[in-house]
């Protein structure tokens, strides 16, 4: 359910994780040992003893207690990107001028003007209006206060048009060798993404998943997926920490090259999210999209640990799993081959999962409510458990990222894609403040109070607005 928010008290069961087994009724078959190349797949359940994670997850960089947001923030959005930012904009205006003649209304910008004009947006996905010129307007009843008296509404227009954060003219055309699909934010992403993987240290678990950022214009890479709540839009590729929704890692989807589908494209990704926290004995979760066989056995050896449900029809699958036909809530199949272990268990329907994090003897139980109303205890699997605790890493860190997010329409792609990763960097910081030892927020009776994000966006947007007046104060008569 990646790339949208979750409905608030949304049950997350196991029954509700992917498959693709249409659970039919009938008896199990029970071969000792599987036959053909699939041999090493036995009946027999054996201990399977995990090593002990190595990781400390924890912010990277600790500030002192005086640190304001704005200094949280400027860890994952470093303050250079506003010289960087204004330098690019001005160049963009200086060409299109060329193309177009003087434009009269446009002056250059600054990185203090760029600064306060991202602090502008923030507060615009606090207080959402239906129509930009809303903001501007002359009746005070329906005027949000604030905006316009920083910013007038034509600078604020000539931002929107001129904004521009790359240089785009080295890059070769399209269907030519070199050519660079992110290239109108390459730069900017390889910096917001160097800061999204070294501030911060991640915990045990994580998970791998998609996430799909809103886009209904006209782009060759654009994705149409129907059962996500974001249905159109450009999809991200992410790794994410299940334990407090931190945006760990990502990579854009382009499409296809060549328009050649990449075999094991599944695969591929998760090698790429996860390569960089190889041999910590890190736990990875992913759907039945990523997870294979191949894919397992090579993160085992390079001493990371997964989980994950699959595909029935996934290569090496053991027949017993692939044709199980459970008929009992409850019952279920398990085949070890060293320490991998794929288990089919039948809740409302069957689900398929292949593991290598954890011993197929450990059992717990999960309350299921009966057609009479009566709540049983069912016996399930540890590792389904931990699946469905695990899995929505990805779940709660869009649940992050939309909340109080960016939402102001453009006509550039590129400009949807920024403003996303500026989220993220936001929701990172937020994250990192939370956690901070030095920045703990206590009550009058010496407890503890959890930060909330809305307080922290409105705090930075203050601090990053500052003192800058975009437009001349009146005169006091």
């Not at 299940?242 to 494209?265: H, S």
């Not at 320490?339 to 999962?353: E, I």
């Not at 901070?436 to 009058?444: A, G, L, V």
């Amino acid at each position: 359910m990646a790339g949208g928010r979750l409905p608030k008290g949304y049950p997350y069961y196991i029954s509700d994780v992917e498959t693709d087994s249409d659970g039919e009724i009938g008896e199990v078959p029970l071969p000792n040992i599987e036959d053909g190349n699939r041999r090493a797949w036995r009946e027999e359940l054996q201990n399977i003893e995990l090593q002990a994670f190595t990781g400390i997850p924890a912010p990277t960089t600790v500030l002192d207690g005086t640190a304001v947001e704005m200094d949280l923030f400027h860890l994952m959005f470093p303050p250079a990107l506003y010289e960087e930012i204004a330098r690019e904009t001005n160049r963009y205006a200086d060409l299109e001028q060329e193309k177009n003649g003087v434009d009269s209304r446009w002056r250059a910008t600054t990185p203090d003007e760029i600064r306060a004009y991202i602090a502008i947006q923030i507060v615009m996905g606090i207080i959402v209006a239906p129509t930009q010129d809303l903001y501007f307007c002359k009746d005070n009843l329906f005027r949000p206060m604030g905006i316009n008296e920083r910013f007038t509404r034509d600078r604020l227009d000539k931002l929107n048009q001129y904004f521009h954060v790359a240089d785009t003219s080295q890059n070769p055309p399209r269907r030519q060798p070199g050519h660079d699909k992110l290239a109108h934010i390459r730069p900017i992403m390889d910096i917001l993404l160097n800061k999204t993987k070294t501030e911060y240290s991640s915990h045990m678990e994580a998970s791998v998943d998609e996430a799909m950022v809103a886009y209904t214009g006209r782009l060759g890479f654009k994705q149409h997926i129907p059962l996500k709540p974001t249905k159109r839009g450009i999809k991200v590729w992410m790794r994410a920490d299940p334990n407090n929704g931190y945006f760990n890692d990502f990579q854009v989807y382009t499409g296809k090259e060549g328009n050649v589908a990449e075999k094991g494209l599944g695969e591929r990704v998760v090698r790429d999210l996860t390569r960089e926290i190889w041999g910590k004995y890190h736990h990875i979760y992913c759907d039945n999209y990523f997870t294979s066989i191949n894919l397992f056995q090579d993160l085992f050896d390079n001493l990371t640990y997964a989980c994950g449900t699959i595909r029935t029809n996934r290569k090496g699958i053991p027949p017993a799993i692939a044709k199980a036909k459970l008929k009992k809530q409850g019952d279920m199949i398990q085949r070890p081959k060293g320490s991998m272990v794929a288990t089919a268990w039948h809740d409302k329907r069957t689900v398929t999962l292949l593991s290598t994090n954890s011993d197929p003897r450990d059992m717990t139980e999960v309350s299921r409510k009966q057609k009479d109303g009566s709540i049983v205890n069912v016996r399930c699997p540890k590792v389904l458990k931990q699946y469905t605790q695990n899995m929505n890493g990805v779940d709660r860190a869009d649940q992050l990222r939309s909340t109080n997010s960016f939402c102001r329409k453009a006509a550039k792609w590129w400009k949807y894609l920024f403003w996303f990763m500026v989220d993220v960097a936001i929701c990172n910081s937020f994250i990192l403040m939370k956690e901070s030892i030095n920045h703990y927020i206590t009550t009058k009776s010496e407890g503890r109070r959890e930060r909330v994000q809305l307080e922290y966006r409105m705090k930075l947007a203050h601090q990053l607005l500052g003192d800058y007046w975009g437009k001349r104060k009146r005169e006091s008569i």
